[in-house]
């Protein structure tokens, strides 16, 4: 079964997703928050 690169990026951004809201969930700082809340921003518009 192969997968097309189109479902290969989607997957890496779900994945990308996922990894920063766990990251989000381990700061305490409200800036760095702020800066992962942007890279998850960025990678949920390039997913879609």
Not at 15 to 25: D, E, G, R, T, Y
Request: glycine fraction near 4%; hydrophobic fraction near 60%.
């Amino acid at each position: 079964m192969t997968t097309s690169l189109s479902q290969q990026l989607v997957n890496l951004l779900a994945a990308a997703l996922l990894l920063i809201a766990f990251a989000m969930l381990s700061q305490r700082r409200v800036l760095s928050l702020i800066r992962l809340f942007a890279w998850q921003g960025m990678a949920l518009g390039a997913s879609t």
